[in-house]
């Protein structure tokens, strides 16, 4: 699996850190996600069957009504008693179809509301995956001993070389482009707007926050680029 070799490579290079942690964070997700897709995707047998149900007691109703009618047309039966009977009857397949309009549409609120719940804890990970890479920049490589003691500052990620910093930032890219792989495993053969809309938003999300990481990437390579070829050690894109 794709996370699980992402985790090795981070392990690797770098040893201890919370990005390795949050990785796999996301392969808990990515392995429920799995699960959940695939639940949802099967049909809900209660709800189905009472579904089924009202609609066989609105073909009973609508077969005594016909039924009714043409007693009335043989028979000559009071008009009166007619119209009450056609009153009874539009009644009775109102409230029979609302109860199957309800019935079908509560099966996709439910399923809709587990989908909504995973995507709001994908929609947190990213948001921790972008405050990995915020404080990986490249500009302390160039002014690292002046930036060293500023308060605030990430002595740990100052510490880093430019290969590992460039490392780094690839494995926050990988693991934002995972978890919007993992939100598009929930729109497999789903119809909800809805489900699709928050699918697409974690897509947009994880897109974005990887299009800062790259811009970060490339500056680091113009200050690896401007360096004595006997600073740069491996460049920052090596494997």
Not at 127 to 151: T, Y
Request: proline share 3%; with cysteine.
């Amino acid at each position: 699996m794709a996370i699980e070799l992402l985790i090795e490579r981070i392990d690797y290079r770098l040893p201890g850190r919370g990005l390795g942690q949050t990785a796999r964070d996301l392969r808990a997700v990515a392995g429920h996600a799995i699960t959940l897709s695939a639940d949802i995707q099967k049909p809900y047998l209660g709800m189905r069957i009472a579904s089924g149900g009202l609609l066989v007691g609105m073909g009973v109703v609508v077969i005594k009504f016909t039924i009714g009618m043409t007693a009335f047309y043989k028979n000559d039966a009071d008009i009166w008693s007619v119209l009450e009977g056609i009153e009874a009857a539009i009644s009775t397949l109102v409230y029979l179809g609302l109860a199957f309009a309800f019935l079908f549409t509560v099966e996709v609120r439910m399923k809709r509301r587990r989908v909504l719940a995973a995507m709001q804890e994908l929609r947190a990970l990213a948001h921790v995956l972008d405050m990995h890479q915020f404080s990986k920049d490249p500009e302390r490589l160039i002014h690292r001993e002046l930036l060293a003691s500023e308060p605030g500052v990430d002595a740990d990620g100052a510490a880093l070389s430019p290969f590992l910093t460039g490392r780094y930032l690839d494995y926050c890219s990988e693991l934002l482009s995972l978890t919007g792989k993992v939100a598009a495993l929930y729109a497999r053969n789903v119809q909800d707007s809805v489900v699709l809309d928050a699918v697409n938003e974690i897509e947009g999300l994880t897109n974005g926050f990887a299009r800062k990481i790259w811009q970060k990437i490339m500056i680091l390579d113009s200050v690896v680029a401007s360096r004595p070829h006997s600073d740069q050690g491996p460049g920052p894109s090596a494997g």
